[in-house]
């Protein structure tokens, strides 16, 4: 009898090393990625002719935030969301907020829809 007290630890990602389901999450990673790098260039486009009293040009890239991981169907994705900073004055300051990547969304709609 060859009973086992060795207990298989599941993989650290929570899916198994499947190369197909890696392949789909980098692509769904790079079009999530060209979709909010679209959305971030229309709004810097908006507000190209904005500059500061110094001449410089109010609205630039500051870098991204920090990776974060939303729950699709293929399994969890890593995503990054550039920022934008705001070199105006006391004005109202100018935010970019992805509307595919709302700040706190963890997971996809359709998953929320099938986990009450």
């Keep these: 009898m060859t009973k086992t ?4 630890l ?3 990602s929570g899916f198994s090393p499947d190369p197909l389901t890696e392949i789909l999450r ?8 060209q979709a909010v790098e679209a ?9 190209a002719g904005d500059t500061t009293e110094d001449g410089r040009a109010r ?7 920090p990776e974060r991981e939303v729950m699709t169907g293929i399994g969890p994705v890593a995503v990054k969301v550039p920022r934008v900073r705001d070199r105006g004055g006391e004005a109202e300051k100018i935010r970019f907020t992805s509307s595919i990547l709302p700040p706190y969304l963890r997971k996809a709609k359709s998953i929320e829809e099938l986990l009450p």
Excluded: F, K, W, Y
């Design 5 to 8: 007290t060795i207990a298989a």
């Design 10 to 12: 599941p993989d650290p």
């Design 26 to 33: 980098s692509g769904a990673r790079n079009l999530i990625q």
């Design 39 to 47: 959305e971030l260039a229309a709004l810097l486009n908006a507000h």
């Design 59 to 65: 609205l630039v890239r500051h870098g991204h935030l």
